[in-house]
């Protein structure tokens, strides 16, 4: 069984259009996390959900959208898609908020704006 | 805010040579410390991690590292590499806080 999934691996758009990613934890984790790595592989969180409740919201652009619609699911949705959106987007989960639990990670999506 | 360095974002070694990836971090708290490794088109997967305890920290695929504080670093070390090493590895600082900060990762090429 999958720990942490993401669905689609890859996404190809065009710029201006809408998508959304969605991961899903079966580790019955409260914590979960979207990153953003880019080209030369730096990973930059960008938000991070405990029990629903949004308790990291990176400087983000507003139209990057998470929805947690419980605890084991974390959506992200991005409208008006630009070039520079295009990277892997990770999710991953921990057991707690508190920073000494380790992080899982899904096996990412690559996005890609065209 | 604690933040991480990793030295060198590319390392090559030989296949049985000694692998090292140096990594320090600041942090104003005592800190915890993870190293992650990620595959080819994969996502990050822990090696090891430091929380408290003993300072030498011993993970997956015979690798270790060991926590200095006079140092600030946790440098991860495998006495002979594998050509199944080669990856990107990420040094990772939190505060406990909910706020874990990756390194910009180090390359990891093994040469037979």
């Known amino acids: 069984d999958t720990a942490v999934s993401q669905t689609p691996k890859y996404l190809v758009t065009q710029m201006g259009n809408d998508k959304s990613i969605k991961c899903e934890q079966n580790?019955?984790?409260?914590?979960m996390y979207w990153y953003k790595q880019d080209s030369k592989k730096f990973l930059k969180i960008m938000f991070s959900y405990n029990n629903k409740e949004l308790i990291i919201n990176e400087t983000v652009p507003n139209r990057f959208s998470p929805k947690s619609p419980d605890k084991a699911h974390l959506n992200l949705h991005i409208n008006s898609l630009e070039l520079g959106d295009s990277a892997v987007y990770f999710c991953?989960?921990?057991?707690?908020?508190?920073?000494?639990?380790?992080?899982?990670f899904g096996p990412g999506t690559r996005l890609t704006v065209t | 805010a604690q933040s991480v360095t990793q030295l060198g974002s590319h390392v090559s070694v030989s296949e049985g040579a000694l692998v090292l990836l140096r990594c320090n971090y600041s942090?104003?708290?005592?800190?915890?410390l993870f190293w992650y490794v990620q595959y080819p088109n994969q996502g990050l997967q822990l090696l090891l991690k430091y929380t408290t305890g003993a300072t030498l920290v011993k993970g997956i695929n015979g690798f270790e590292a060991e926590f200095k504080k006079s140092e600030t670093s946790f440098h991860l070390t495998k006495p002979s590499a594998h050509m199944s090493d080669a990856a990107e590895y990420f040094c990772a600082v939190s505060d406990g806080n909910n706020d874990m900060r990756f390194g910009a990762g180090t390359r990891l090429t093994v040469k037979p």
């Open positions: 942090s104003s708290v005592p800190p915890y």
């Open positions: 991953a989960s921990s057991q707690d908020f508190a920073g000494a639990y380790e992080q899982y």
């Open positions: 580790l019955g984790h409260d914590t």
